[in-house]
């Protein structure tokens, strides 16, 4: 069997980049909130606390075939996405299965929209 060359874009995506992601059929596997508290050096001591960042796990899908109805085949790459200055985190969870797929991520200006991180909000369809 040859290799197929992939052709990535780009290794690194950030927010400009958004618009052009896909996100249906990703894979989360794992979520984590990570609080930032800026540390002096020199002095060691903790310094202040500047924000929350809430880190998904996911495969991500940088390419389909699915030209073969029998036989798909996705190139992934285990990827994890950073929501930087998180000031309100909601989940609702329904049903039992644990193992899940990523419908669509939608953005839209938040409340604050000069704000750091942009002040959107993101919501994540299943």
Known sequence: ???TK?????????DADFEKMGW??????GIARYE???RDEETGSEGH???VELLLD????LKGDTSDPKLWKF???PSTLVFENVADFQMKWVGVMLDWEMDDIGREP??????????NNFFLAT
């Open 1 to 3: 069997m040859g290799r």
């Open 110 to 119: 938040g409340r604050y929209p000069g704000a750091a991180g942009g002040g």
């Open 6 to 14: 992939l052709g990535v874009e780009k290794w690194i995506w950030t």
């Open 58 to 61: 996911i495969d991500y899908i």
């Open 49 to 51: 606390f500047s924000g």
């Open 36 to 38: 930032k508290v800026d």
């Open 75 to 77: 190139w992934v790459a």
């Open 24 to 29: 249906h059929d990703v894979r989360p596997h």
